[in-house]
């Protein structure tokens, strides 16, 4: 008992840098020697999160973010305040706090010089822009990662994508009803099992790409990391385009 507890105790250790919904999994609730709240305990999660089942939006806040997602493709400077303004115009009684809520939940940051323009990994490293300057002059040189909302029928997914720099070509993609960093990595050992790997990997500072999932991953694979300075959405110009015409091309036209 004492040998299990032992190596339990070590897949903790391991696990505490994984994401929230993958420590959830690890919960065994019919585990013979550890409660339910000493595993939550171990796994860096509160008891009630490992009961609590989500609810989904409701009908008036699912088609209030698709009008925010479309805004924000014509208007990406705009904050919680503007798009606030912006949806009060158009007849929605909302306020702040709930645009506040929903762009957050979208993983939408107004693109303007500012502190604080992702919300990183807790503590993660920063790692330095490594494209000023550089000329990209053949595939595999750079790949770009990035992830955007995608508004559904009934509901919303996130959709993850890698590009390469020279040739523009997506390499790899996945979708996920979490911004865990799960589907990221696999959408990133896809393209490297396909095509080698990059010498340079660039994404902004969001906390799927800052993860140790994410950036263990690179390194294991020999990858140098770069992500965009705060406010710099130009880093990662080519895949905001993919992104604009996936959506007014393909999401919008065949909702």
């Not at 990035?146 to 919303?156: A, E, K, V």
Request: glycine share 6%; proline share 4%; charged share 25%.
């Amino acid at each position: 008992m004492l040998r299990r507890a032992a190596c339990l105790c070590f897949d903790v250790t391991k696990a505490q840098a994984l994401g929230r919904e993958v420590r959830r999994g690890m919960v065994e609730p019919a585990h013979t020697f550890l409660s339910i709240g000493k595993q939550c305990a171990l796994l860096s999660i509160s008891r009630s999160s490992f009961y609590y089942t989500p609810k989904g939006e409701t009908e008036m806040n699912l088609t209030l973010m698709r009008q925010i997602d479309e805004q924000f493709l014509e208007t990406p400077f705009f904050g919680v305040r503007q798009m606030t303004w912006h949806l009060k115009n158009e007849g929605h009684p909302v306020n702040e706090k709930r645009i506040y809520r929903l762009m957050r939940l979208m993983g939408l940051m107004p693109i303007y010089q500012k502190p604080n323009t992702s919300r990183p990994a807790k503590g993660h490293k920063i790692w330095p822009y490594l494209l000023k300057g550089l000329r990209v002059d053949r595939p595999n040189q750079v790949w770009a990662a990035d992830i955007t909302y995608l508004p559904m029928h009934r509901g919303f997914l996130y959709l993850v994508a890698i590009i390469d720099w020279f040739t523009r070509k997506v390499l790899a993609w996945r979708i996920s009803n979490t911004l865990e960093a799960d589907f990221c990595v696999e959408a990133l050992n896809e393209a490297t099992h396909k095509f080698g790997g990059a010498e340079i990997t660039n994404t902004d500072q969001g906390s799927q790409f800052t993860s140790f999932a994410w950036t263990d991953q690179l390194r294991r694979i020999g990858v140098r990391i770069s992500m965009d300075g705060k406010g710099r959405f130009l880093d990662n110009i080519f895949v905001e385009r993919l992104w604009r015409t996936l959506k007014y091309e393909c999401v919008y036209l065949h909702a």
